[in-house]
C-alpha cells in the first residue's frame, strides 16, 4: 500500500512539477480533441490530392474504432504497469501515427496509418484523466474542470479555423505534422517532471478479454456508422454485425468474471455512482456530439453563415459551458458538494435540446444563440462532474480502468448519437424535399442530405428555399430526439448519491464508496 503515491501529498511537495505536468496534460488533451475536427476541413483537399473519394468516411471510421477499442486496454495496462510509461508510449503511438498520416501516398495508406494514430488517441484522454486522479485529490480536482472545459471549447472552436488556415497555407499534410512539436514539448514535460511508482503486476494481460471486448466495440461502431448510410439499417450485413456484437459482449461479461486480471473489472459496476455516471457520460457524449454537428449545419443552410463563422456562431454554446465549468469546480472544491451539478446539468440539456428543436427558417441568430447558451449550461455542469465522480466510486487500483470506462462510454455515446441523430435527419430532410420540391428535391437529395455551400449556391431559388425548410425541419427531429435521450440522464442523475470526496474532511471519516482509497492514504 505505502508505494501508491497520493494525491495530498504531491502538491504540496513539488505544486511547481505539479503545474508543469497539467500543462503537459492539457496539451495533450488538446492533441486528442483537435485532431478530428482540424482533419475534417482538410478532407476535401486530401481527397483531391489521393482520391479514393469512395473510401473517405474511412479516413473517420479507421480511427474512431481504433480509438473506442484501444481505450480499455490502455487504462488497463496503466493500473497494471505504471501510468506514466503507459501514457508516454501512447502520446508516441500517437505522433508515430500523425506523422505516417502525413506521409500517405493514397487513400488506403491514409486509412491503415489513422488507426494508427486511433490506436495511441485511445490512451491519450484516459491517460490525461488518471493522471489527474493520481496527482489531485477529488476534493482538489473540480478547480482543474475550467481548464479542461476551456481546452474542449478552443479545441471545437479552433479545430476547423485551424483545419482550414493549415491546409490553405502549408498544405493538408501539415494538419497532421501539426501535432509532432506539440506532442514533443507533452512528453519532454512529463519525462521530467511526472514522478508516479512504476508498478509490475505479476498477472498476465486478459488478451481473450482484450480481443472478445475489441471485436465487440467494433461490430458496435460499425452499425451506428454504416446503418442507414452504407446499408438499410434491417439489412443482412447490419443483423450480422449486431450479432457479432452482441455475442462478442455477453462473451466478454462472461469471461471477466473468471479472468485473473480482467480489462474491465466488472465490480466497478457494484458501485451505484460509477454506473449511474456511465450513463450519464453516454448521454453526454450523444447530446454533445450531435449538436455540434447540426449546429453549424443549420447556421449555414439556414441562417446564411459561413463555414468559418458558424464554427463562431457555437462560442454561446461553448462560452456557457467554459463558465459554468468553473463555477461547478469552484463549488466542488469549496464545499465537496457535487449532487446539484449532474441534476441540474442533466435538466437543463434537456430544456436547450427543445428550445433548439422549435428553431425554424425565421429564427434569429440571436435567438438560437440564447438557446444554444442554455445547452451549454447544461453540458458545463456534466462534462467534468461525471468523470470526478466516477474516480471517486472506485479504489485507487482501478483508477485507470474507471476512467477507460467513462471516457469509452462517452465515445460510444458519441458514436451512436451521430448516427441515430444523423439517421433521422436525413430521413426528414429527404422527405420534406420531396413534399415541397418534388422530384427535383428528391434528385437534390438522393446522394447526401448534407449540402455544402457551393452546392446550396448553385440550387434554383425554390429549390433553395424548399431545402432549407427541409434542414429546419430536420434538425428540429435530431434536437427533439437529444431532449428525450437526456430525459434518462436526468432519471439518472436523481439517483445519485453524494459520497463525501477524498479531502473532504478528515481523513479518518467513512467514505462508503472510496474506502480502500481513504485506508491507502492514511496508511502514506
Not at 83 to 92: H, L, Q
Not at 158 to 183: E, S
Not at 329 to 351: D, E, H, I, N, Q
Request: aromatic share 8%.
Amino acid at each position: 500500500m505505502a508505494d501508491v503515491q497520493t494525491a495530498d501529498a504531491v502538491p504540496e511537495k513539488q505544486p511547481r512539477s505539479v503545474r508543469v505536468v497539467l500543462l503537459a496534460l492539457m496539451i495533450t488533451m488538446m492533441l486528442a480533441m483537435l485532431d478530428n475536427m482540424i482533419i475534417g476541413t482538410a478532407m476535401p483537399t486530401i481527397v483531391g490530392e489521393l482520391g479514393g473519394l469512395a473510401h473517405l468516411s474511412w479516413v473517420v471510421t479507421a480511427y474512431t474504432l481504433a480509438t473506442a477499442a484501444s481505450t480499455p486496454l490502455w487504462g488497463k495496462l496503466g493500473d497494471m504497469y505504471g501510468r506514466k510509461g503507459v501514457f508516454m508510449s501512447s502520446i508516441v503511438l500517437f505522433l508515430i501515427g500523425s506523422a505516417l498520416s502525413g506521409m500517405a501516398q493514397d487513400m488506403g495508406q491514409l486509412i491503415g496509418f489513422r488507426a494508427v494514430q486511433g490506436l495511441g488517441a485511445g490512451g491519450l484522454m484516459v491517460g490525461v484523466m488518471a493522471i489527474i486522479g493520481d496527482l489531485i485529490p477529488p476534493r482538489e480536482r473540480g478547480r482543474y474542470q475550467g481548464m479542461m472545459a476551456g481546452v474542449m471549447a478552443l479545441a471545437m472552436i479552433g479545430g476547423p479555423l485551424v483545419g482550414g488556415t493549415i491546409t490553405d497555407h502549408w498544405g493538408w499534410r501539415w494538419a497532421f505534422y501539426i501535432n509532432l512539436p506539440l506532442g514533443v514539448v507533452a512528453l519532454a514535460a512529463i519525462s521530467a517532471v511526472l514522478h508516479l511508482p512504476k508498478k509490475r503486476a505479476q498477472a498476465r494481460i486478459d488478451y481473450l478479454g482484450a480481443g472478445l471486448l475489441t471485436v465487440g466495440i467494433t461490430a458496435i461502431v460499425l452499425v451506428t456508422t454504416w446503418g442507414g448510410t452504407e446499408y438499410a439499417w434491417t439489412s443482412a450485413r447490419i443483423m450480422e454485425l449486431i450479432g457479432i456484437g452482441v455475442a462478442s459482449l455477453v462473451g466478454f461479461a462472461f469471461w471477466q468474471t473468471k479472468a485473473a486480471e480482467p480489462v474491465l473489472p466488472l465490480h466497478i459496476f457494484r458501485s451505484r455512482n460509477f454506473t449511474l455516471m456511465s450513463v450519464i457520460g453516454f448521454v453526454a457524449g450523444f447530446v454533445m456530439f450531435g449538436a455540434t454537428l447540426f449546429l453549424p449545419l443549420y447556421q449555414q443552410s439556414v441562417q446564411g453563415a459561413s463555414a468559418t463563422n458558424s464554427g463562431l456562431l457555437l462560442l454561446p454554446m461553448l462560452g456557457a459551458m467554459l463558465v459554468t465549468s468553473m463555477v461547478a469546480g469552484r463549488v466542488t472544491t469549496s464545499s465537496g458538494r457535487y449532487y446539484v451539478f449532474p441534476v441540474a446539468g442533466s435538466a437543463l440539456m434537456a430544456v436547450g435540446l427543445y428550445l433548439l428543436s422549435t428553431m425554424d427558417t425565421g429564427t434569429s441568430r440571436l435567438t438560437s444563440g440564447v438557446f444554444m447558451a442554455v445547452v451549454g449550461l447544461g453540458m458545463g455542469c456534466l462534462m467534468q462532474v461525471t468523470m470526478l465522480v466516477a474516480q471517486n466510486s472506485v479504489e485507487m487500483k482501478d483508477m485507470g480502468v474507471a476512467s477507460s470506462s467513462t471516457t469509452l462510454f462517452r465515445t460510444l455515446g458519441s458514436s451512436f448519437g451521430v448516427a441515430i441523430m444523423g439517421a433521422l435527419f436525413n430521413h426528414r430532410v429527404q422527405d420534406v424535399m420531396a413534399e415541397r420540391a418534388g422530384a427535383l428535391g428528391s434528385k437534390v437529395t438522393e446522394q447526401s442530405a448534407q449540402l455544402d455551400a457551393a452546392s446550396l449556391a448553385k440550387l434554383p431559388p425554390a429549390a433553395r428555399e424548399a431545402y432549407q425548410h427541409a434542414v429546419s425541419a430536420g434538425t428540429h427531429s435530431a434536437f427533439l430526439l437529444g431532449a428525450a435521450v437526456t430525459l434518462v440522464a436526468l432519471v439518472a442523475a436523481v439517483f445519485v448519491k453524494e459520497v463525501p470526496l477524498k479531502g473532504a474532511g478528515p481523513k479518518t471519516e467513512p467514505v462508503p464508496e472510496a474506502e480502500t482509497e481513504t485506508v491507502v492514504a492514511e496508511k502514506v
